[in-house]
């Protein structure tokens, strides 16, 4: 029963407070008189995404943005997942990679784009690299953080059976950082579609970043609310999947086996 009442809540509150939202932003855009152009009404909103979706207007710019994050999303964290391996086992690999690391993530993205375009592109290509250089840096510095943080007594046992560093790192280091790899995917699923759209910004003829650019130079608010409401929706539907797969690998985190069953 509590169960129920839990996932009630969990439903109910955000559905009351985006209700609230949605009377809040109608009434003042009746009470102050606010243009179209400027901040479209609710109504409008919903119109755009229905002309947009039904009659499929926009169905080619959500799976191109979607197909560019999920590929960059997939090269960055598995590239990430490897040298933070690497980089947690290494103490060489560690001092010979930390500075490239650090220099790469302190580069603005936005100022790298130009240049991916350069190497690889217009197409989607220059899309999914830009995501994966988004995604790699939380991934790779939980993953190295994780294995660094493992239970000292538990090597030691592992150590004093003779355990291969094989063994210690997939038996040991991975399940006890399994908590910071998977926070480190669902931080990589926000900032992976902020790659997608800042590298549709620059150049693309396709994505819900294109939409939003092109709507901007024609004053659609109505068409640019309705991309960043579809943003919203990928970018939910991500963090969900993560919360459930944390749950259903990582089963012996309560914590997160508890979030991911109200969620359900």
């Known amino acids: ?13 955000p559905l009351i407070t985006f209700a609230v939202l949605l009377a809040v932003w109608e009434i003042a855009i009746r009470v102050f008189k606010v243009p179209n152009f400027i901040l479209p009404t609710p109504v409008s909103v919903v119109q755009a995404l229905y002309r947009g979706y039904v009659e499929g207007l926009y169905w080619q710019h959500f799976f191109f943005t979607l197909q560019s994050m999920l590929f960059g999303y997939l090269l960055g ?3 990430a997942f490897m040298l933070g391996c690497l980089f947690a086992e290494s103490r060489t690999f560690e001092r010979m990679l930390y500075p490239f690391v650090v220099a790469l993530q302190s580069m603005p993205k936005v100022a790298l784009a130009p240049l991916i375009i350069v190497w690889f592109g217009f197409g989607i290509e220059s899309k999914i690299v830009m995501v994966a250089l ?3 840096f939380p991934m790779f510095i939980n993953t190295a953080m994780g294995l660094k943080h493992t239970n000292p007594a538990l090597l030691d046992l592992m150590n004093a059976f ?6 210690i790192l997939t038996r040991i280091k991975i399940p006890s950082a399994a908590g910071h790899i998977f926070a480190g995917l669902q931080i990589a699923i926000v900032l992976g579609l902020i790659g997608a759209v800042v590298a ?5 003829t396709k994505g819900l970043g294109h ?5 901007a130079v024609n004053l659609e608010t109505n068409t640019m609310f309705a991309a960043l409401l579809s943003l919203a929706v990928l970018g939910i539907l991500g963090s969900q999947v993560v919360r459930l797969l944390h749950a259903k ?3 012996w985190d309560k914590q997160a086996s508890s979030q991911a ?3 359900e």
């Open 261 to 263: 069953i109200v969620s």
């Open 1 to 13: 029963m509590n169960l129920m009442h839990e996932r009630l809540k969990t439903v109910l509150y």
């Open 162 to 167: 003779s355990a291969s560093r094989w063994h």
């Open 211 to 215: 939409l939003i650019n092109a709507s």
């Open 249 to 251: 690998v990582v089963f």
């Open 134 to 136: 988004v995604c790699f």
């Open 77 to 79: 964290c598995t590239l």
């Open 200 to 204: 549709e910004f620059v150049s693309s």
